[in-house]
C-alpha cells in the first residue's frame, strides 16, 4: 500500500510538473508577442495609437486566468471547498442520524 501511495504522489508531482513547464512556456510565448506586436506597432505608427496595448490586455487576462487555476487561487466553489462541504454534511448527518 505505501508504494502505491508513494506512485500516486509520483504522478500527482510529474503532472504537475507538465503543466507548470506548459505555464511558463506559454509565459514566454505571451512575452515574445508582446514585445513583436509592439515593435510592428512603432514601426507603423511610432505610437501615435498603441494599439499593441490591447495585445497585452487580452494576454494578460489569459496569463492571470492560467497562474490562477495553476497556483492554486481556485475559486469560492473550487475542489477544496467541494471536500470541505462534503465533509461538513457528513459530519452533520452523523450527529443529527438523518438527512432534513
Same mark, same amino acid.
Given at each position: 500500500?505505501?508504494? =502505491? ?6 504522478? #500527482?508531482? #510529474?503532472?504537475?510538473? /507538465?503543466? !507548470? ?5 506559454? =509565459? !514566454?510565448?505571451?512575452?515574445?508577442? %508582446? +514585445? ?10 511610432? &505610437?501615435?495609437?498603441? *494599439?499593441? !496595448? &490591447?495585445?497585452?490586455?487580452? +494576454?494578460?487576462?489569459?496569463?492571470? %486566468?492560467?497562474? %490562477? ?11 477544496? *471547498?467541494? /471536500?470541505? #462541504?462534503?465533509?461538513? =454534511?457528513? #459530519?452533520? /448527518?452523523?450527529?443529527?442520524?438523518? *438527512? /432534513?
Amino acid at each position: 500500500m505505501y508504494k =502505491l501511495d508513494n506512485d500516486s504522489k509520483y504522478f #500527482k508531482a #510529474k503532472e504537475r510538473v /507538465e503543466r !507548470l513547464k506548459k505555464f511558463y512556456s506559454t =509565459l !514566454l510565448k505571451n512575452i515574445f508577442v %508582446i +514585445v513583436l506586436t509592439g515593435a510592428i506597432n512603432y514601426y507603423t505608427n511610432e &505610437w501615435r495609437y498603441p *494599439w499593441f !496595448l &490591447w495585445v497585452v490586455f487580452g +494576454v494578460s487576462i489569459g496569463t492571470i %486566468i492560467q497562474a %490562477i487555476k495553476l497556483f492554486g487561487y481556485t475559486s469560492l466553489f473550487g475542489r477544496d *471547498w467541494e /471536500e470541505r #462541504k462534503i465533509q461538513e =454534511l457528513m #459530519k452533520d /448527518e452523523d450527529r443529527k442520524g438523518r *438527512w /432534513e
